[in-house]
């Protein structure tokens, strides 16, 4: 699990990088520098096709259907290999007409005809709202999987504000709102939008290849591995199947490649963003090979994560995220988000882009605009870039919140595979009038209409309606039903809409006449010249640019005109005065032109008074008409917007007289009626203003003064005032090219409010976190003095309970040197076992106080592995055999940095567990060279942890209850295992499957080899033989360790001379040859300073050995440091006597 947070704040950074992408992009578009303009950006932008749906959702539909995933990537293949010279032709027209979107195609290619522009933006919706919902799903869902614990996603119903898609679905809406609307012309490219979508491409694209990459090479050993398991596991799986071409197969491949020329965003980023047509030869191998690799392991994943996930809940649609995530892989996992967020957000930046432009242009607009009483004469086209721009950001909005009621409603249901086929049909609608426009000329109006109408409510009603009614019974009675046909509910759907889409396309074509303007743009449209690469049809004239200059001029006006110019002479270096006009700057100009009267309208205009042929009736009309339009709508538009606006607006002239204003602006100041009028001196409104305290402390003539000359000068100014009533304005002004003042009036009431708020709740919220860091500080406090009681406390009982064990063991040791009947050794032995287990008990429970409390160090120095592993290798070996199990070890020589007994005593410990919680299968010891680090793995194929325990499994205390018959001991041997690896720097990581089995890594560091000195050491003292008259010394203060120390040594046959204290120790008979001492005695006296006072009374150095439970290493340390030796109670009666006899030699 990641935190919310985290993934919140790597999401910000980078959608950030997003916007530096763009806004580089934008400036050296701007600057005559485009970085965007090449065939590799061209087609990374066209694989805004692959979207969540190809991110995640391939994997889903090849984990349930097999090999149905591959339509979704043949289909665009297919197009790009077979029919790019289609994608040519179209762009090329859409260039010369100054097309803006696929509506506006279809409508151009039929006449112009703005009721089938509005149809098919209508269509575009309903089939772009699902997808878009398809994308919040798949952000939602992957977003709760990564944030949230496994097992904890929410599946029940929840309220909207509860929704994290909800939440999403608001942020995406600004985001696209920054993002994708800085700019009204619609004609016009987004290069820098190009720039963040081709690189949200590579995001995606390295994302689904990393987790390709991983799955291949740290899950399975080989492709083949893979591959075996999984027939193995699942043998009937659709992808071993060898039916794989179907008919639903076919109609998806099919919808795929339409897909590529209808869906808006496609048609946006394909057609509309183009710069050249060249770029489609590279397009034509570099879009193909990019779908082949972000299919490529689809279906390894799939596999995987139908062997690993399908048992834990996940569903198929998730398996690229819920892989690392399931297995700790948090890093790849974020990797994996970004990517599938960025094939989400790319998608619904480029569509809502495209939908936002295609609803103001062919709707919104129009039918507000004509419906808008004029107001006053404003001519500051600002305005209608400020109205245009509120109503796409209001559709944007509309469209994401519709897309998250259509995901609220049907999103539990459907997978993201089942929703996107439900887009590629609907759009799959354009095909028949958007095909069939390029290559039959017959095709009009009236046909395109009635088979879009027709294949769209079929659309609707087969497939549309029963995903939102999901809950309803399914009738006998349906169409496909009644028909008898076999066919699943989307193919016959499919078929259905499309067959009669293209009927009814193809007879009222046929029975119905177009109009004289659909016969001359169809020419256009059908023409085989636009199949030609690069070429541009030559006008039939020659002129001089002279000529161009005085048409632009009197059309455009004077100051476009000469920017156009101006440019081009800056690209060309031309000299205008009295050239001729060469067919490109004819041709670039005729552009110009069309984007304000429209493409046909610019053609004549040229042709007539350029070129000077004569005009035709029917020409005349249609240019009259056209023109017309355009300015009529341009005049609507102007004053519809300046007068909507939400902030004031006045407009001053060069003599600084009042001219233009808005409603709102009245409203700000409550002006009394008849005060503002055209030609009023700006001086008076400002002195009224001044008169009821609007312009803040001072003199009315000194506020007047200071104003005009800001106006006076002419110099831009922004600034805020504060009015008595309490409301705040932000006021901006600029000067006017040709003289005069604009000013803007915002009131910022509401935002300087919300600001004053926030400083007082961050001053709260300041001391808050005072106050709840001190209470942690307090609490940790608390936990640590808690901690280090307990560890003294464990540490102070270690000790004294090892004394009687020490007693305990000694007897048992001297009964076992007597002659003893059968039973009398039968419960010896158990009882020797028993005190066995006892001190293990007290062993580990001393060894965790030592950790805690720091009182031993490792000792870190270059070993060599196998001398560690080896042995463990033959102690395990036995012990798996005993339980049935094989213990499998692959043997490694490399040398380590770390301490052998301390490395030892861990794998020892993970070993232990492996052959106490497996029942059957086996146990795996080995290691990995990891660049300059060795991880040792320990493998077993027991019962498994839940993944919810992993985290609980080190504590102290906890034990693997996966049985009685495993409860054993007290639950510290991971305890201990954590504390030594991380006292030597070494990780120590676990990954468990349920049901499968469990890894641990221990991963330490390598070194060279070490030249280690042997010492020619005896590899075990002899045990066997006497110590018949062996004089020694016994010192304890516990009696009964004291005589059960006397008890062994005369049973050796030793004389020993026992004491509890040092008074009774200067009274020993006789000059010891061994003395064996307890360290800490009565009167804080040691057995150290005993040893050494019989030293210095009978002047020689006899040897000593102290024995102690102090589990201190300073205690060892003296006495190394005063020539005696050191054993640990409770004392083995074997280490006692090879030690006895090797000091008396």
């Not at 950006?41 to 090849?62: H, K």
């Not at 004509?370 to 721009?389: E, G």
């Not at 005589?1043 to 020993?1056: E, F, H, R, T």
Request: glycine share 8%.
């Amino acid at each position: 699990m990641i935190p919310a947070w985290q993934l919140i704040s790597i999401s910000v950074l980078y959608i950030g990088t997003l916007f530096g992408i763009a806004w580089y992009g934008d400036r050296r578009a701007h600057s005559g520098k485009p970085v965007h303009n090449t065939g590799v950006i061209y087609s990374l932008s066209l694989a805004v096709y692959c979207t969540s749906w190809t991110f995640y959702g391939a994997v889903g539909m090849a984990a349930t259907s097999g090999w149905m995933f591959l339509s979704i990537y043949i289909g665009p293949i297919l197009f790009l290999l077979f029919f790019w010279r289609m994608l040519g032709k179209i762009i090329r027209i859409a260039k010369e007409k100054r097309l803006t979107s696929i509506a506006d195609f279809i409508a151009t290619r039929y006449g112009r005809d703005h009721t089938l522009a509005i149809l098919v933006t209508i269509v575009a919706v309903l089939g772009v709202v699902p997808y878009i919902a398809l994308q919040l799903k798949a952000i939602a869902t992957t977003f709760e999987l990564v944030t949230q614990p496994l097992g904890t996603m929410s599946g029940g119903p929840i309220y909207f504000w509860q929704d994290t898609a909800f939440h999403i679905s608001w942020a995406m809406a600004l985001f696209v709102i920054v993002f994708g609307t800085r700019d009204i012309d619609a004609s016009e490219q987004h290069p820098g939008m190009i720039l963040a979508v081709a690189f949200e491409s590579m995001v995606k694209l390295l994302a689904i290849l990393a987790v390709g990459i991983w799955v291949m090479t740290f899950l399975f050993d080989s492709p083949l591995d893979l591959l075996t398991l999984s027939k193995t596991v699942m043998p009937d799986h659709a992808l071993f199947s060898s039916d794989v071409i179907s008919l639903a197969f076919v109609l998806q491949s099919l919808l795929a490649g339409f897909a590529i020329l209808c869906l808006p965003r496609q048609f946006q980023v394909g057609v509309i963003e183009n710069e050249s047509v060249r770029h489609i030869h590279t397009a034509r191998w570099m879009f193909p090979l990019y779908l082949v690799l972000m299919l490529l392991f689809v279906v390894p994943i799939a596999l995987t994560g139908h062997l690993f996930m399908r048992d834990l809940g996940f569903t198929p649609d998730t398996y690229v995220l819920s892989l690392p995530v399931s297995l700790g892989q948090d890093a790849l996992a974020i990797i994996a988000f970004i990517g599938g967020g960025s094939a989400a957000t790319g998608m619904i930046i480029v569509a809502t882009i495209a939908i936002s432009t295609m609803v103001s242009n062919e709707l919104v607009l129009p039918a507000f605009f004509r419906n808008t009483q004029q107001q006053s004469d404003i001519q500051q086209s600002s305005s209608v870039r400020t109205l245009v721009l509120t109503v796409r950001r209001m559709v944007i909005v509309v469209m994401i919140l519709g897309s998250y009621l259509f995901y609220r409603m049907v999103g539990e249901f459907e997978s993201l595979a089942a929703i996107g086929l439900l887009s590629f049909a609907a759009v799959a609608q354009f095909s028949p009038p958007l095909i069939g426009g390029l290559i039959w000329q017959g095709g009009n109006r009236q046909g395109a209409i009635a088979g879009l109408v027709s294949g769209t409510f079929i659309w609707i009603y087969t497939l549309l309606w029963p995903v939102l009614a999901q809950g309803i019974e399914q009738s006998d009675t349906t169409p496909y039903r009644m028909l008898g046909l076999n066919l699943d509910d989307f193919s016959f759907g499919v078929i259905l809409s499309l067959s009669v889409n293209v009927s009814l396309y193809i007879f009222f074509s046929v029975v119905t006449n177009a109009s004289v303007r659909e016969r001359m743009l169809a020419s256009d449209f059908t023409s085989t010249k636009a199949l030609n690469p690069g070429n541009q049809v030559a006008p039939s004239f020659t002129c001089k640019v002279d000529d161009v200059r005085v048409v632009l001029e009197r059309i455009l006006g004077y100051k476009k005109a000469e920017s156009f110019f101006a440019d081009y002479q800056s690209h060309h270096g031309i000299q205008y005065d009295h050239a001729m006009a060469s067919n490109e700057l004819l041709h670039d100009a005729e552009k110009l032109l069309a984007s304000v009267v429209g493409s046909s309208s610019a053609r004549v205009i040229f042709s007539t008074l350029l070129g000077g042929e004569q005009i035709q009736i029917r020409d005349l009309a249609f240019l009259a008409s056209e023109a017309s339009q355009a300015f009529a709508m341009s005049r609507e538009q102007l004053q519809a917007a300046v007068e909507n606006l939400h902030q004031g607006v006045s407009v001053v002239d060069r003599n600084l007289n009042l001219v233009a204003w808005n409603r709102r602006y009245l409203e700000l100041f409550n002006y009394p009626p008849g005060f503002i009028q055209v030609g009023k001196p700006v001086a008076d409104i400002i002195a009224f203003n001044a008169e009821r305290g609007f312009c803040g402390p001072g003199s009315i003539e000194q506020q007047v003064a200071r104003r005009m000359r800001f106006l006076s000068a002419g110099s831009a100014h922004q600034f805020e005032r504060l009015l008595p009533n309490g409301v705040v304005i932000s006021m901006q002004g600029h000067p006017m090219p040709d003289g005069g003042f604009v000013t803007s009036f915002t009131d910022i009431t509401v935002h300087r409010k919300a600001e004053q708020a926030l400083k007082e709740a961050n001053i709260t919220l300041e001391r808050r976190v005072e106050k709840s860091t001190q209470q942690l500080g307090d609490l940790t406090s608390q936990l640590i003095e808690a901690n280090t009681s307990k560890t003294r406390f464990l540490a102070a009982a270690g000790h004294d309970l090892m004394q009687p064990l020490n007693a305990a063991k000694l007897f048992a040791s001297t009964l076992a040197q007597h002659d003893l009947s059968a039973d009398q050794r039968h419960l010896l032995t158990h009882l020797e076992g028993s005190l066995q287990s006892a001190e293990d008990v007290l062993s580990v429970l001393v060894e965790i106080s030592k950790l805690d409390a720091g009182v031993i160090e490792p000792s870190l120095h270059p070993i060599q592995l196998s001398a560690v592993l080896k042995p463990l290798r033959d102690e395990f070996t036995a012990l798996a055999a005993e339980k049935g199990l094989v213990l499998r070890f692959r043997p490694c020589d490399y040398w380590v940095l770390s301490d052998a007994h301390w490395l030892r005593r861990i794998v020892q410990n993970l070993l232990s567990n492996a052959v106490r919680y497996t029942h059957n299968g086996g146990i795996l010891l080995g290691c990995r060279k990891r660049g300059e680090q060795l991880v040792i793995e320990v493998w077993d194929t027991g019962p498994g942890i839940p993944r919810s325990k992993l985290g609980e499994i080190f504590g102290e205390f906890k034990r693997l209850n996966q049985g009685k018959q495993d409860s054993k001991g007290l639950g510290l041997g991971l305890a201990i295992v954590d504390r030594m690896a991380k006292r030597m720097g070494h990780s120590v990581e676990v990954d468990s499957w349920v049901g499968n089995g469990t890894r641990f890594r221990i991963t330490l560091p390598l070194t060279e080899a070490d030249v280690v000195k042997q010492d020619n050491r005896d590899q075990q003292a002899r045990v066997s033989g006497s110590f018949e008259g062996l004089q020694t010394f016994c010192i304890d203060n516990d009696a009964e360790v004291l005589a059960g120390m006397n008890a062994l040594l005369s049973s050796w046959q030793c004389d020993v001379f026992s004491c509890s204290d040092e008074q009774e120790a200067e009274q020993v008979p006789f000059k010891p040859q061994i003395m064996l001492a307890d360290y800490q005695l009565d009167n804080d006296v040691t057995g150290l300073q005993v040893m050494s006072m019989l030293r210095r009374h009978f002047n020689e150095e006899i040897p000593g050995v102290l024995i102690s439970a102090d589990p201190r290493p300073s205690v060892a340390e003296e006495a190394k440091s005063l020539g005696f030796y050191f054993l640990k109670k409770p004392v083995r009666p074997a280490a006692l006597r090879a030690l006895i006899r090797r000091l008396i030699r």
